[in-house]
């Protein structure tokens, strides 16, 4: 089983950034694709980006593009999401999700969004001020 733990959310106000952080333990890092999924007020849970477990592919959902970075360190068994000119739009809590059968691009295609894979974290919330 593997565990994650996001941390670095909390109050920004547009045009701002903020790091997300999920530490995972468990099971070797390295055999897990990892993502990025969002869910807002009122809203379906959202695919945000994933990365290949080598870090050598990276999805993103379009409103993202350009603006947030997904990444991954194995040796400190951490994926990272760097949200750059952040909007009140992207406020949501973001959740980190692994899969050791998914893969990035299934993570970024599959409908509903998140759907099958095999831990999630708990969320953090990101609020973006206007």
């Known amino acids: 089983q593997v565990q994650l733990v996001e941390s670095g959310g909390g109050l920004v106000q547009a045009g701002g950034s903020l790091r997300l952080s999920c530490a995972a333990s468990?099971?070797?890092?390295?055999?897990?694709?990892m993502g990025w999924f969002r869910q807002a007020p009122g809203k379906e849970r959202e695919f945000v980006a994933s990365i290949s477990r080598n870090s050598g592919i990276t999805y993103y959902a379009d409103s993202m593009k350009g603006r947030f970075t997904i990444s991954r360190d194995n040796a400190k068994n951490t994926v990272y999401l760097q949200m750059n000119s952040l909007k009140p739009e992207d406020t949501a809590v973001y959740y980190c999700?692994?899969?050791?059968?998914?893969?990035?691009?299934?993570?970024?295609?599959?409908?509903?969004?998140?759907?099958?894979?095999?831990?999630w974290g708990q969320g953090t919330l990101v609020t973006v001020s206007s």
């Open positions: 999700a692994a899969g050791y059968r998914s893969t990035a691009a299934a993570m970024s295609v599959i409908r509903p969004a998140g759907n099958n894979l095999d831990a």
């Open positions: 468990g099971r070797t890092f390295s055999t897990l694709a």
